[in-house]
T-cell receptor
């Protein structure tokens, strides 16, 4: 079945780089996403990557995809206190066609210390 | 970006009552909306996919008679928790898919509704 796994917690100092990791099981995933959730709020789409890419950069964010190992990373450069939130990895399962169904990981809580 | 609203943002109700939660796409049409449930410090679990003008598709283990979904228009989907019990207390989040341009990136999430059943 479809499964997405993430580490639960990451703590970094302000100005450092953060790397949040995710693994997934569905080798036919088409798109993989990173969402940010601040306390008590909904989800904000940060970035996404198509499964035939291995890297995507968007300002301070870099997404790395190792399709062979089914491993996805989100790298945040120059991490700020405002980056403190829960980060969810999600995939669009290959078998879902165009339904838009998303499978989420458990979320990684990023704590940024000043 | 596009905006999805939810109403109410939080609700407290007595056990046995029914609660309706609305999800609206404010500046785009959404033929498909999704309802998720999130327990504290846990991930989002997809409950059902709501398609405008047709019956919702429920995920395995989700009781369709308990969680009634209606998607009567291209901008509104409602989730009704019937005969709510304390174990239904959770954070309910909807998302709406804009199929205007890029189908994969344009899924927008609402701010969530926190339900507490006493």
């Amino acid at each position: 079945g479809e499964d997405v796994e993430q580490s639960l917690f990451l703590s970094v100092r302000e100005g450092d780089s953060s790397v949040i990791n995710c693994t997934y099981t569905d080798s036919s995933s088409t798109y993989l996403y990173w969402y940010k959730q601040e306390p008590g709020a909904g989800l904000q789409l940060l970035t996404y990557i198509f499964s035939n890419m291995d890297m995507k950069q968007d300002q301070r964010l870099t997404v790395l995809l190792n399709k062979k190992d089914k491993h996805l990373s989100l790298c945040i450069a120059d991490t700020q206190t405002g980056d403190s939130a829960i980060y969810f990895c999600a995939e669009t399962p290959g078998g879902s066609g165009n339904t838009g169904k998303l499978i989420f990981g458990q979320g990684t809580t990023l704590q940024v210390k000043p | 970006g596009a905006v999805v609203s939810q109403h109410p943002s939080w609700v407290i109700c007595k056990s046995g009552t029914s609660v309706k939660i609305e999800c609206r796409s404010l500046d785009f049409q959404a033929t498909t909306m999704f309802w998720y449930r999130q327990f504290p410090k846990q991930s989002l679990m997809l409950m059902a996919t709501s398609n405008e003008g047709s019956k919702a598709t429920y995920e395995q283990g989700v009781e369709k008679d308990k969680f009634l979904i209606n998607h009567a228009s291209l901008t509104l989907s409602t989730l009704t928790v019937t005969s709510a019990h304390p174990e239904d207390s959770s954070f309910y989040i909807c998302s709406a898919r804009d199929q205007g341009t890029n189908q994969q990136e344009t899924q927008y999430f609402g701010p969530g509704t926190r339900l507490l059943v006493l």
